[in-house]
């Protein structure tokens, strides 16, 4: 399915914004443990970060809005759909703007060649982001 989604145009770039340079997700099982941390965080409790379910609605003008859309079409096109509860509880993240559906699919690599270490410093402890950066940079 992925490498249909290469060949058809405008497509590719959009998964090489996404995902990188390889244009693979991580797996299944990554994505479902990084999901878990924006919404048990630390003692079951929902990390503040993950915020509003209608961003995109309010945002529909703005491009970077209209270009996550996209993603999530490819990304339900892809089948990488979060069972629910999860995906109608996962939204987007306050601190660094992303929609968390599609981040928790990203392979860190591609994060860290966008990012430093420093930048996550402030996210909660929990936080997949801070502890995967962190752990790259041992």
Same mark, same amino acid.
């Given at each position: 399915?992925?490498?249909?989604?290469?060949?058809? %145009?405008? #497509? %590719?770039?959009?998964?090489?914004? *996404?995902?990188?340079?390889?244009?693979?997700?991580?797996?299944?099982?990554? %994505?479902?443990?990084?999901?878990?941390?924006?919404?048990?965080?630390?003692?079951?409790?929902?990390?503040?970060?993950?915020?509003?379910?209608?961003?995109?609605?309010?945002?529909? $003008?703005?491009?970077?809005?209209?270009?996550m859309l996209k993603q999530l079409l490819i990304r339900n096109e892809l089948?990488?759909?979060?069972?629910?509860?999860?995906?109608?509880?996962?939204?987007y993240c306050s601190k660094c703007g992303c929609n968390i559906r599609l981040?928790?699919?990203?392979?860190?690599?591609?994060?860290? $060649?966008?990012? $430093?270490?420093?930048?996550?410093?402030?996210?909660?402890?929990?936080? *997949?982001?801070?502890?995967?950066?962190? #752990?790259?940079?041992?």
């Open positions: 399915m992925i490498k249909d989604l290469k060949q058809m %145009a405008g #497509a %590719a770039p959009i998964l090489l914004d *996404w995902l990188g340079e390889g244009m693979e997700p991580v797996s299944s099982l990554i %994505a479902l443990e990084r999901v878990k941390s924006c919404l048990y965080g630390f003692n079951g409790e929902k990390c503040p970060n993950n915020i509003s379910p209608n961003w995109a609605q309010k945002h529909l $003008s703005d491009p970077i809005a209209r270009v089948k990488m759909a979060l069972p629910e509860p999860l995906e109608s509880k996962t939204h981040k928790i699919h990203v392979p860190i690599k591609h994060i860290s $060649s966008h990012h $430093s270490v420093e930048e996550f410093k402030e996210y909660p402890t929990f936080c *997949w982001l801070r502890l995967e950066m962190e #752990a790259l940079s041992l």
